[in-house]
């Protein structure tokens, strides 16, 4: 009785958020919009262009009009089945003659987000409601189906070096294949299957997001990778999931959180359905998921409610579907890594530590720096959480710690971790202006109509926000030791250069990196603090070139001493 109704955690997340996707969709048959569930673009217009993301809605409009969730009022429901055609058909008329769509902007052409993604999405509402469809619609949505696959097959030209995106493009044209029988399509996953394996590193078990490995992504990668294995039970594809699955669980927090600062992209979120998928034949899978949906359950899983309306679209069918395969409860479920007797592994390629001491579990990313965590693996309570330094220089640029550089030095053994390297420059935040967006919507319109073109302004795009290295003349030096019950962190920070700092942050939850699906509030943020020195630490700083702070955390009644 208590398993079904943590199971319907599943149902309950979604279903709720029914009326939202409904709120966002034009359901007007009359209406030229009919079927778009890009509200700000239809109704609001703030928005001068439909984004596609959006319509991954038909996906959880035909779960919820095919199966009888608990709690759902929208199975058999007619309007359900005409809006989720109406939706499917509205996906159909906005697709650029190359098959590609757009998310963020018009004339993206989007590899995989707004393309592979929802093209996935259409092709599995196509197949609930395929008897239901009439003929002409069926036409339209099929020939859609076709262009937008072939042109996943064609592979990414807009540095998309996402390994989640590659087994989307993946599963997206598989199930392309399906419907369609075409062979060209077969040998188009095929090529696209290998150059996925080119991201996953197999003697570690994680697949690379842009330079290094994120959690969150990875549960992603997971989930598509589950649903190709569900029909196509390719011994290269379980391989890849048990040691992705092996790999993402060092990530299942005491307290039953998830991921996030910890890993690349510093995404919070945990896609199920994989797991679920793989419940029975991969124990470790159905450890996971039960410890994740216990945490969905007390909405420590970024759940759908708290998500903004471009991505919600995406959580609401991968619940209903971990609801729907769901796996009960294993009795050889084997333990998790924070419940494993003392035991510590360093990962060299990702440079991810994982050890466990006495009542303590401490995970830490040195590849970004030194981030830290560690927790009292009875309570489940976190003790420690360090996402670096982060300061304001008095040229107004802020500089950190916390990026992914392949130059950073690191090493951990015996409960020690040591990492150094540069600051880097934090990407500043620009903010569109009137004129600032006239001038980009003009580039759009001047060159969007070019796909190439298209697609190297996509991958400038990325290299400004996202992949650029912005070394800084500032160097520091992180240690960190778990004992029996204290934590030491020591920095030291030398300044080889001119510059100055007005500020200065060290420890606490902070991102730098652009990523759109993170940032959001989880309620552990609130149990940890920075340590902020004070001005006349600074100007000494500032003076000497060098500073040096050592922090020991007494574990067992709390507090931190600063030396």
Excluded at 1 to 17: C, F, G, P, T, V
Excluded at 104 to 111: A, K, L, S
Excluded at 242 to 257: I, L, Q, T
Excluded at 465 to 487: A, K
């Amino acid at each position: 009785m208590e398993e079904n109704k943590l199971r319907n955690a599943y149902a309950d997340k979604a279903i709720s958020q029914i009326p939202r996707l409904l709120g966002n969709m034009d359901r007007n048959p009359f209406s030229p919009t009919y079927g778009c569930f890009h509200r700000d673009y239809w109704l609001d217009k703030t928005s001068d262009f439909p984004d596609a993301v959006r319509q991954f809605g038909v996906h959880a409009l035909a779960l919820v009009y095919t199966y009888d969730f608990p709690g759902s009022i929208y199975k058999g429901q007619p309007k359900i089945r005409d809006w989720t055609i109406a939706a499917m058909v509205f996906w159909s008329k906005i697709q650029h003659n190359d098959g590609s769509f757009d998310e963020f902007y018009p004339y993206e052409r989007g590899w995989v987000g707004p393309t592979a993604f929802t093209m996935f999405t259409i092709i599995e509402a196509y197949r609930l409601l395929e008897d239901e469809i009439p003929d002409t619609e069926k036409e339209i949505i099929k020939n859609a189906i076709r262009k937008a696959a072939y042109f996943i097959t064609k592979g990414e030209t807009e540095e998309d070096h996402l390994a989640n995106h590659h087994a989307m493009a993946c599963m997206s044209v598989w199930k392309a294949y399906e419907l369609l029988g075409e062979e060209k399509l077969k040998a188009g996953y095929n090529k696209l299957w290998q150059t996925f394996k080119t991201y996953h590193y197999e003697n570690e078990g994680w697949s690379r997001e842009y330079d290094g490995v994120d959690p969150g992504y990875l549960s992603a990668t997971v989930s598509f990778l589950g649903k190709i294995y569900q029909t196509n039970p390719d011994p290269e594809i379980r391989k890849v999931l048990e040691e992705s699955v092996k790999f993402s669980a060092y990530f299942v927090y005491p307290n039953g959180f998830y991921a996030g600062s910890a890993g690349s992209r510093n995404t919070l979120h945990f896609y199920p359905h994989g797991y679920e998928i793989l419940g029975k034949q991969i124990p470790l899978a159905n450890a996971i998921a039960q410890k994740m949906l216990k945490g969905l359950s007390e909405d420590k899983l970024v759940p759908p409610e708290i998500i903004s309306d471009r991505y919600v679209f995406y959580r609401v069918p991968e619940f209903l579907l971990a609801y729907i395969d769901y796996t009960q409860k294993q009795d050889n479920a084997p333990a998790l890594p924070y419940e494993q007797d003392d035991f510590e592994h360093f990962y060299e390629r990702s440079r991810i530590f994982a050890a466990t001491k006495g009542d303590y579990y401490l995970l830490s990313n040195l590849a970004k720096g030194g981030v830290i965590k560690v927790f009292n693996r009875k309570t489940g309570k976190l003790l420690v959480n360090d996402c670096g330094i982060i300061g304001r220089l008095e040229n107004g640029k802020v500089a950190t710690n916390q990026w992914v550089d392949p130059q950073y030095q690191a090493k951990a053994s015996s409960y020690r971790g040591e990492v150094k390297g540069n600051f880097h420059m934090v990407p500043s935040n620009k903010l569109f202006t009137p004129f600032k967006n006239i001038l980009f919507r003009a580039t759009l319109i001047a060159i969007g109509w070019i796909p190439s073109m298209a697609h190297w302004l996509k991958g400038q795009i990325r290299k400004s926000l996202i992949l650029g290295q912005r070394s800084l003349p500032v160097s520091f030096e992180r240690t960190f030791t778990l004992h029996e019950d204290e934590f030491v962190i020591s920095d030291q920070l030398k300044i080889s250069g001119s510059d100055k700092f007005s500020s200065l942050s060290i420890g606490d939850e902070f991102f730098v990196r652009y990523v759109p699906q993170s940032r959001y509030f989880q309620s552990q943020e609130l149990e940890v603090e920075a340590y902020v020195p004070g001005r006349e630490k600074l100007e000494e700083f500032n003076s000497n070139k060098n500073i040096s702070f050592s922090r020991t955390f007494d574990l067992k009644n709390g507090g931190m001493k600063v030396s």
